[in-house]
């Protein structure tokens, strides 16, 4: 296998997989610094940071061999100039020194940088971007200690809102063209382009036209300064007062990978999480707004319809009540409405419930809207967990056969799906029909219940979602509700203002915790109160008893999902059926 020295180091590389020089550094977990270049879009090795000395060894023409000099060692050929690691492509023998064993190579390096900085304001103590800002760091690590530049900075047009999500300071920019590329290489929008001619230059849209791009957002998290900032997001939190948890798009059949950054117990914003198998470096502007789901009118504490109008109750008398009404009703006659938009965990206690109380399994209605989908990250399919449904076998109706299911029944127990809100129901469904909705949010569908149950989101619980493709991948908890403890939760993180704050401090709020519960601990008060044998410990366990039921989730946990990045089932599928 072909080798290559940096720093003095052997490490072997794949001529049919490695190609970039630089890549190839960061991949060893070594470090050059650079701002233009991403590993996803072309490279146009343009700001200059990410210069090494590179050489080549020479080999005898006639033999084919290395030459060596005087003392055995190699005879190596600088190139004349240092060049841009980036588009600097990895050959046999080669020889690199970085910044961490070449002078002149740190030298120019803080030479560059000190040219990024000469028009760059001074506004890391405002800028949103602050703390996570490649700029800054490197700035810190490689840039020289001052400015030798006396003359007044260049302005450039500033808060200029680009679009609905995305707003620009120009003044900022370091024309590395990210954003460009992206709207023209992956979103394919070509929305964005350069304006104007050397250090006046910024990236804008054609006049009369607005950056509406359904995945403009990304152009936010590939900006390496604080040019490109979130217009919903600004200046509400710094990065290092938020907890960072990894979960999944639940606004979406794709299932992205998403980040969840959370402060005080709410979700702040929602970034992207590398998945070369789902989703790349990317999410879709939708992905994002997810946000008011965890945050916005939840169901908080159990509330029962008195004279048509819902008042809160306790949960000792909304689990008394449900129990009261199963034990009233006939088993032929209650009916176990499941969810594509709820979690395998979610429907699989759902469906033990309805097994052992209705005699058969849920039925579910899925969520598609033709056309929505795009073939990127967009599908038709609106709900995280359609293939999860259907894998554990609840019955798929259309809406017009769930329309006749409930008015036959005496008793719907709904699990979260506003079937109501995206019209698979009309209100008028429901009749005299008694409903107890498992909600997580107040809704057009939650209205009609006669009993509503408030259960955790994706964002407070462990759960798996199947999405479009058939891969299983899970979410873990990023806020507390009444009853979880960020500090006893080994899977949820722990900030700084949590691990130092305390319940005096401004910025703890005890009402933004809701008052909720997962499924599974609501279903096993209800067995409690029926007498079923019936027991979930949590949904780590109960997906590794789906596992060992379920053929179509043979081998699957959330230690397999972790160390997979997601667990493809169609293999699974395709090894149950040879």
């Given amino acids: 296998m072909p080798e290559v020295i940096i720093d003095g180091n052997q490490y072997e590389f794949d001529s049919d997989k490695d190609g970039s020089l630089l890549q190839f550094i960061l991949d060893e977990g070594l470090e050059v610094p650079f701002f233009c270049y991403h590993p996803s879009m072309s490279v146009p090795a343009n700001c200059r940071q990410c210069m090494v000395k590179v050489g080549t060894p020479v080999k005898d023409r006639e033999t084919g061999e290395f030459e060596l000099d005087e003392n055995g060692e190699r005879v190596i050929r600088w190139f004349p100039k240092l060049q841009t690691s980036c588009n600097t492509q990895l050959s046999e023998g080669m020889v690199v020194h970085t910044q961490e064993t070449d002078d002149l190579v740190e030298r120019a390096q803080k030479d560059t940088l000190e040219f990024i900085l000469a028009n760059h304001p001074l506004d890391c103590p405002i800028c949103d971007q602050a703390g996570e800002c490649p700029l800054q760091i490197q700035t810190y690590k490689y840039g020289p200690e001052g400015s030798r530049f006396e003359v007044k900075k260049v302005h450039k047009p500033k808060r200029v809102q680009l679009g609905p999500r995305v707003t620009l300071d120009a003044e900022r920019c370091i024309n590395c063209t990210r954003c460009v590329r992206f709207t023209d290489e ?146 032929d006659k209650i009916l176990f409405v499941g969810s594509a938009h709820a979690s395998v965990e979610e429907n699989f206690v759902l469906m033990a419930l309805s097994n052992l109380l209705s005699g058969s399994a849920p039925v579910f209605s899925p969520h598609i809207i033709d056309g929505a989908g795009d073939d990127f990250l967009l599908s038709d399919d609106q709900a995280p967990n359609t293939n999860g449904c259907r894998l554990l076998g609840l019955n798929e109706l259309t809406s017009e056969d769930l329309s006749e299911k409930i008015k036959k029944a005496e008793l719907v127990l709904l699990l ?25 949010n107040k809704t057009e569908t939650a209205k009609q219940a006669d009993l509503v149950i408030p259960i955790t989101t994706a964002a407070e619980h462990a759960a798996s979602y199947v999405n479009v493709d058939h891969r299983i991948q899970r979410t873990v908890p990023a806020k507390e509700t009444k009853y979880s403890n960020r500090r006893l939760d ?69 230690q397999a999902m972790d160390e997979r990045f997601g667990i493809d089932l169609t293999s699974i599928k395709n090894r149950v059926k040879s």
């Fill in 416 to 440: 979260n799906d506003n079937l109501v809100d995206r019209e698979a129901l009309q209100s008028s469904v429901f009749g005299n029909t008694y409903v107890t909705m498992f909600a997580t």
């Fill in 186 to 331: 992956i979103s394919e929008s070509k929305q964005l382009t350069i304006v104007q001619r050397g250090d006046k230059n910024y990236p804008v849209t054609a006049p009369g036209r607005e950056f509406d791009d359904a995945y403009s957002m990304n152009t936010i998290d590939i900006c390496p300064v604080g040019a490109l900032t979130s217009s919903d997001f600004r200046f509400k939190a710094r990065v290092w007062e938020m907890n960072q948890t990894p979960s999944i798009d639940i606004s979406n059949g794709k299932g992205c990978n998403i980040d969840l950054w959370t402060r005080d117990n709410l979700v702040l914003r929602i970034t992207p999480r590398h998945n070369e198998s789902v989703n790349d470096y990317w999410i879709p502007d939708t992905a994002r707004d997810a946000y008011t789901i965890f945050n916005e009118n939840r169901v908080s504490r159990p509330s029962q319809k008195l004279d048509s109008e819902q008042v809160q109750s306790s949960w000792n008398n909304a689990f008394a009540t449900l129990a009261e009404q199963i034990e009233r009703t006939d088993k």
């Fill in 490 to 558: 080994i899977e949820m993180s722990e900030g700084r203002l949590d691990r130092y704050g305390t319940s005096f401090d401004n910025w703890v709020t005890e009402e933004n915790k809701v008052d909720c519960l997962p499924l599974w601990n609501i279903a096993n008060e209800l067995s409690d109160r029926l007498g079923l044998d019936l027991r979930f410990e949590n949904s780590r366990h109960i997906i590794s008893d789906i596992a060992e039921q379920n053929p179509s989730f043979e081998g699957v946990s959330f």
